[in-house]
């Protein structure tokens, strides 16, 4: 499985669920879902999706309670919400907007307007994730060639490196640990011992680091792997 994009979708209704995971799933997203409030928090804070669909009419905890709250939170403060709702009265809209949400759309919808609306969000939130390039520092990503390159050099990774790095370079600065990433990048139907992950992260900085680079990838300790520009330099051995 590759380093996909994460969509929460929460949403009570089965078939608009299932509609949504089959479009949005053959767009080249990954999707997760919860069916209340309660449970979208949960799965919010253990998936850290990319983008958030929140239904407005929700059981046990509406959808503009369950924004006010994903927004009092550090780690989804700045997670991109789209707010579904039936509610079409321009009060309504500003009211769901000023929760924190970062678009509307109103049901019915069309699934063509839906991934859209997606890519438009992503694109001016997110850029790295709807771009066919991304870059950290030196380090640049063309998706499209499925090539790295460093300080103009070209990096050789296999293809595990390769989405471990998509991944990390989506989301620059922030700690994923072993089981997120084998979430990410090796999928959740798949078993692969944790400590694999460290085998890769030492095989990717293998790869990224020559004589004089900065290491790009921090090592927290019990908690996991991030990208962090202000790490040491790296004299190799000669």
Known sequence: MSSKPTILIVEDEVAIITMLRYTLERDGYRIVEARDGEEALIVAAEEAPDLILLDWAL?????????????????????PIIMLTARGEES???????????????KPFSVTEMSARIRAV????????????AAFGDIAIDRVARRVRRNNREVHLGPTEYKLLDHLIQHPGRVFSREQLLDAVWGSDVYVEARTVDVHIG????????????????TVRSAGYSLDEQLKVVERAS
Request: glycine share 6%; with cysteine; aromatic share 2%.
């Open 59 to 79: 059981p046990n905890l509406s959808g503009i309670e369950v924004c006010r709250r994903l927004r009092a939170r550090a780690e989804s403060r700045n997670t």
């Open 92 to 106: 309504d809209r500003i009211r769901g907007l000023d929760t924190g949400a970062d678009d509307y759309v109103v």
């Open 122 to 133: 992503l694109r001016r939130i997110r850029p790295a994730l709807a771009e066919e390039t």
């Open 203 to 218: 095989r990717l900085r293998k790869s990224l680091i020559a004589d004089g680079e900065r290491d790009p990838i921090r």
